[in-house]
């Protein structure tokens, strides 16, 4: 039996057809990468303090009605409380003057019963404006990104499964329209407690139309033309969207014209439904020959070449005989069938703790970006435009560099840029910013190299079961970032020390992950077994005498 690749070979790499797919997937990415940190200018906290409502007080007592306190070495007016206005009402009508007469540390105080004044230095209005999530509502801040997240976790793990069993187009075009209508539907909340409700369903289509139009161009794509699209395309077009974001929230400052900004774009992409196909392998993977083998030749049309009398001969004994008897039953492949087996298993339980700390550490830098600069706009661009060189070096190791090798160097490069930020004297500020800044580099190319090297591992009917799965314990880490960013307030540099640890655990772990540089993606789970063992270190050159005999025998017959 032929390899799909070496099956459709005749197609060539980069004709008319790959074009199409790559430009058109890459560009249903691009609203991922605004609408994923959006929360980063939704969620944002402007600088407030209590409300003083129009009583009688003179100049003198309403300046002195709010409390001052220092924060990281400034004086500042108290965000959440004022002296007693009562009080403060009787001693102006007394003439007293405040600081002179009135010792103000002897009266007492009272939280801002009457709401809040917020700075429009920055915003026009955020949803922390909107609904006062500030002082003894503040945790609702950071739990909104976490709500959101959570149901970026629920839509990873369901989607994987729905778009393995359905197909990748039908699950690719279904999130983006959920993307889409709920980010327009989050404009009409009324209470923090809807908008939270509609930010879930958001998060459920947000990451899992990336994974779908992922794995559907990693299907379609062939050889060097997959590596660029898996490394490159798809991330690049998520960190134009990414830079794109600073620019919607400059120029539209109030939070519902931000959210109605993002969501209109959407509705460009409702054409691509008839400019791209359905995966021929996850079709072959189903026993559907005929509709792959149409779609092949509708490439090799627009590629202007022609197509052999029988495309998918081979694949009709591959359905009938070849498969594991799991995939027989189209449709029914879930994620026990990648615990079956105790090298599956290992390698699923390694593949989900390398996930989960490149997740927590990506999440965390991106969504600190606010400490980067005083201005939050640079701060974001400078945290999007790291991104950049960061797929770029991604591209380059999955061309040139074992995917083992590689994920244990940037797990270790990114462990140690984030310990050394302790390190740093106060009076270089810069220096810090800037092991952040590798830190985020490292784990940008790692988080991008995972999806390639998982995509490689598993067989077409599993692929996007276990790229969902796995990106679902992607999503427990972000999740949590939100929060583990309020661990600075116990001590600063443990965020830093707790990433940087879990990247350097996560990259012990990565010695024991099986190897798929140069090797053709398996097609089904038999494939899969017959992958080296567990127990091979990851030195390249030392694959061939790790190798099982079957694996040998599989290899040179492919």
Not at 177 to 203: D, E, K
């Amino acid at each position: 039996m032929q390899d799909y690749d070496d099956t459709t070979a005749f197609l060539g790499q980069w004709g008319r057809f790959q074009q199409v797919v790559f430009f058109l997937l890459c560009a249903s990415i691009v609203p991922n990468g605004f609408g994923a940190f959006s929360v980063v200018f939704l969620t944002d906290i402007p600088g407030h303090h209590c409300l003083v409502p129009e009583v009688n007080l003179t100049q003198d007592w309403r300046n002195a009605t709010i409390p001052r306190e220092e924060v990281d070495g400034k004086q500042e007016l108290s965000r959440c409380s004022r002296y007693r206005l009562d009080v403060v009402r009787n001693l102006s009508a007394q003439g007293l003057i405040p600081g002179r007469d009135v010792n103000l540390t002897d009266l007492e105080q009272e939280g801002c019963v009457d709401g809040w004044i917020y700075s429009k230095d920055i915003y026009q209005s955020t949803i922390v404006s909107e609904f006062d999530l500030v002082c003894s509502d503040q945790w609702k801040q950071p739990f909104t990104s976490t709500v959101f997240f959570v149901g970026v976790l629920v839509g990873s793990f369901l989607s994987g499964q729905i778009s393995d069993r359905f197909g990748r187009k039908p699950v690719l075009f279904a999130t983006m329209a959920i993307q889409t209508i709920l980010t327009f539907a989050q404009i009409f909340s009324p209470t923090w407690t809807v908008f939270s409700i509609l930010i879930f369903i958001n998060g459920l289509g947000q990451i899992s139309n990336y994974i779908s139009g992922f794995v559907l161009g990693t299907e379609i794509l062939t050889g060097n033309v997959r590596v660029i699209f898996s490394s490159m395309g798809v991330t690049l077009g998520f960190a134009i969207g990414y830079m794109m974001l600073p620019l919607f929230a400059y120029f539209l400052r109030d939070w519902k014209s931000l959210l109605l900004g993002i969501s209109l774009p959407g509705l460009l992409y409702i054409p691509l439904w008839w400019l791209i196909p359905e995966s021929p392998r996850w079709l072959l993977s189903q026993g559907r020959v005929e509709e792959a083998d149409t779609i092949v030749r509708k490439a090799a049309k627009m590629n202007k070449v022609e197509a052999p009398r029988v495309i998918f001969e081979d694949y009709s004994v591959l359905v009938s005989l070849t498969i594991h008897p799991v995939e027989t039953k189209k449709g029914h492949n879930n994620v026990f069938d990648m615990l079956r087996t105790k090298n599956n298993r290992n390698t699923t339980i390694i593949l989900c703790l390398v996930w989960f700390t490149l997740s927590i550490g990506y999440y965390g830098l991106s969504l600190n970006t606010s400490r980067l600069h005083a201005n939050p706009y640079i701060s974001c661009f400078i945290s999007a435009a790291i991104e950049v060189p960061a797929y770029i070096s991604c591209w380059l190791a999955l061309r040139y560099l074992p995917r083992r090798l590689s994920v244990i160097c940037i797990l270790l490069f990114a462990g140690l840029s984030l310990y050394f930020i302790q390190l740093v004297p106060q009076r270089l500020p810069d220096l810090s910013v800037a092991l952040e800044m590798l830190g985020k580099f490292s784990i940008t190319s790692g988080a991008s190299l995972m999806y390639a090297y998982t995509a490689e591992i598993y067989p077409t009917a599993l692929r996007n079961t276990a790229t969902g799965t796995c990106s679902t314990f992607a999503r427990v880490g972000s999740s949590i970032a939100p929060f583990l960013l309020e661990l600075s307030e116990y001590f600063k540099y443990l965020p830093y020390i707790l990433l940087g640890t879990l990247a350097v655990v996560s990259a012990f772990a990565a010695l024991f992950l099986p190897e798929s540089f140069g090797r053709p993606l398996p097609q089904t789970i038999q494939q899969m077994h017959k992958r080296e063992s567990m127990k091979c270190p990851f030195i390249i050159r030392r694959e061939k005498t790790c190798l099982s005999k079957p694996a040998v025998l599989f290899e040179s017959r492919l």
